[in-house]
């Protein structure tokens, strides 16, 4: 990799220093400061532009991480804004009273953005609620 990389930068100088020259040669102005361009205005960019490909080299190798990552954070995402199947009623504010309780007798559910494949949250479940 680092060879690669290095092969890279040589291309790179290869590429700046010939437009430098052809700049340079033939007098063009640089549009920000009005004047010819110079060699020093040249080799500054060209050292900047190579700290930032060497900056950049060392985020290689964590760009599957940063992809994972970016991915999980999209599910969460999805799922904080999904809209739930079974909705609570506006209405629900009244109070009910119970005098004796509730029976559930074999009780099977599984919510229904589960896939249909998945165990049941309650698999034929029987239970009482005392009342108070």
């Known amino acids: 990799m680092h060879g690669v990389f290095m092969g890279i930068i040589f291309i790179y100088y290869l590429y700046v220093y010939s437009i430098a020259t052809v700049l340079i040669n033939h007098k063009v102005n640089n549009p920000v400061t009005g004047k010819h361009y110079t060699i020093a205005e040249i080799v500054s960019v060209a050292q900047a532009t190579q700290i930032s490909m060497m900056t950049f080299s060392g985020v290689i190798p964590i760009l599957p991480q940063i992809m994972r990552a970016l991915i999980c954070a999209k599910k969460v995402f999805d799922v904080i804004e999904r809209k739930p199947r079974i ?45 108070g």
């Open 87 to 131: 909705s609570s009623k506006d209405d629900s504010s009244e109070v009910l009273t119970l005098e004796q309780g509730i029976k559930f007798k074999d009780i099977t559910f599984r919510y229904p953005t589960q896939l249909a494949t998945s165990r049941d949250i309650f698999n034929k479940a029987s239970f009482e609620i005392k009342a």
